[in-house]
């Protein structure tokens, strides 16, 4: 997910109907640039070389979401997309998330999250707790160093819990909602769900969590 503004313009997006890296292209109406959707960055056109803002996201199912936005808004999507169903993710044995910042990148295999679900890992020096539950789909990274404090997590009871505090924590939100911590929140991480042949197209160099 990115913010369109560029230089306090705004741009609008179309799917290009072209690949590159076997990956989506998208266009901006305004210019007609052609963007890459994984980097963000425009490939071709007036506005080559520019990068869109990317902003925190999760791909989750509407029982998980709505339960920690119950008066959220959402998309409805035409009937040509029906398919997509949370069984993409759940049985997500051929995909990953990743993290990217500039020529530095990292993925975890949401099959290899499988067991034990959570791991505590770090990204370019930075602590992190990398999470997939299965059952809704859902993968989310989050970093783990509240006000100068450096967390452990654990999977209990199909909950996201520190051992530090013993405090429970939204998965998709990283925000504490019981215990000590309650009302904190985790540093957001921008990490994206990928094909991994569309991943290390974009990323050759990157490294990969081997349980």
């Known amino acids: 997910m990115y913010a369109r503004t560029i230089e306090d313009r705004t741009l609008n997006f179309a799917v290009s109907g072209m690949l590159w890296q076997m990956s989506l292209v998208m266009v901006d109406k305004e210019t007609h640039s052609l963007w890459s959707h994984l980097l963000g960055e425009a490939m071709r056109g007036p506005l080559q070389g520019r990068t869109l803002e990317m902003l925190p996201s999760v791909i989750t199912d509407w029982a998980s979401w ?24 759940s049985d997500a044995n051929d995909l990953l998330i990743g993290i990217a910042r500039g020529q530095v990148a ?31 789909g859902t993968a989310a990274i989050h970093g783990r160093n509240v006000d100068g404090v450096e967390y452990q997590f654990v999977w209990r009871e199909d909950k996201l819990f520190d051992l530090q505090t013993n405090s429970q924590w939204d998965l998709i939100t990283g925000e504490a909602v019981a215990g000590p911590m309650k009302g904190k929140r985790l540093p957001g991480c921008r990490a994206i769900n990928s094909l ?16």
């Open 66 to 89: 709505s339960s920690s936005h119950p008066t959220t808004t959402c998309v409805i999507f035409p009937r040509t997309a029906h398919v997509y169903r949370r069984q993409l993710h």
């Open 106 to 136: 990292k993925a975890w295999k949401l099959g290899d999250l499988r067991k034990p679900v959570l791991v505590n890992d770090s990204f370019d020096g930075k602590p992190v707790v990398v999470v997939f539950e299965a059952s809704s």
């Open 196 to 211: 991994p042949h569309a991943w290390f197209a974009f990323h050759p160099e990157s490294e990969t969590w081997i349980p």
